[in-house]
């Protein structure tokens, strides 16, 4: 089975077209998804959206909607599934927009497949390009995708929505520890220059 089998693909707005070139003539005022939002674990890692002021009003489709899966069309080709909080997101060209139809298979469990070291090099395989390596929507529909019964797709997401949550959790702490060490650091080394201010003066 191809990813073509279960799924539309289509890529985002091409930002060009519809950019407008004098402010006070833009028609509508988007929340543009980018390349910095999507961390290359296939999360969130930044909440703040740029804003793309279009020469008109778009349609529908350029827009993310719960459910859908957009990967990067160019490396690392990082995937990640569209929940509700981040719909009605615009979509750019450098993102191909995935919806799954086959209700035989999970859009998160899609979005951590194509996330999997297989999936890159089959991509890194059929990319084209030579300074900026890429894919296009043909490379993506003939993705070969494995997909287990439905059980065994929903408890693999319920060990990684875990598994997420930990390496969060652990980052929380390493981000402490590091402030706190700083801290400490800080502290040490001012006394140690005010000691040694206070011995020259003695000298």
Known sequence: MQLGDIANIKTGLVLSRKKVEIEYEAKATYKLLSLKNI???GTFINESFEEFASNDILDDHYFTQEGDVLIRLS?????VY?????SGLLVPSYFAMIKVYDTGILPQYLAWYLNTKNVKFELERSQFGTRIPSTNQHALKSIPIKVPPLSRQKALMELYMLHQKEKRL???LIEEKEKLFQGIAQQLIGGYQHDGKSDARKN
Request: net charge negative; aromatic share 12%; glycine share 6%.
């Open 39 to 41: 961390g290359e674990d």
């Open 82 to 86: 569209i929940d509700k909080k981040h």
């Open 75 to 79: 490396q690392p080709y990082t995937a």
């Open 170 to 172: 652990y980052q929380q």
